[in-house]
């Protein structure tokens, strides 16, 4: 557990904030910070990660950016929050830098699996585990409640530091993911909250508690 700044930016462009998590990410190499964890929402924007495929994106209609992150195309909308861990993986490393990753994705899944359990629902984390049918060990990352998907994790490391993150679905959004096959799954694939609770979620006590699950967790 490293001593994290937490910030919440609020409804922010994604091009802005991908900017800002730049910004930090040479901060803390600079000057050998622990780090940062940020909250955000987006407006609607699918984001393209080195692993997209012909045909990952196919009818969205909205902005389409090509980004530096592991995975396939995802989407960023105000019905999810938006986390991004600026993770300084040099004050927690102990052995080879990819040991260091997988173990830094399967403790942020967990995190959210712990806080899904507050809410009585089973979840699962399923970071760099093989997919049956592709056999590729890029499609499973994210946190799953049986066979559909409640949050998307696509990260990058420069320099032992990482960004991007999470993408988790707390509110139903009808036209979320639409024209698109988030992360080479099927729209009907994709779940949030809202509609695992079949009542209104509270953003902000979710907020908190996975605020204060991460913080403890990285």
Known sequence: MVDLDFQDWGLINYEEALAKQNALVEKVQTENLPGFLIFCTHPPVVTLGRATQPGDVFAWQGPILEISRGGRATYHGPSQLIVYPILNLSHTRKG????????YLRVFEEAIVDVLRSYKIEAQGRSLQKNPQTHSEADETGVWVGNRKLASI???????????GAAINLHYDPQAFRGMNPCGFTTETMISLEQLLETPVDTHAFKELLKNKLLRAL
């Open 96 to 103: 080879r830098r990819d040991r260091e990753i997988v173990g």
């Open 154 to 164: 696509g990260i990058g490391v420069r320099k032992w530091v990482t960004f991007h």
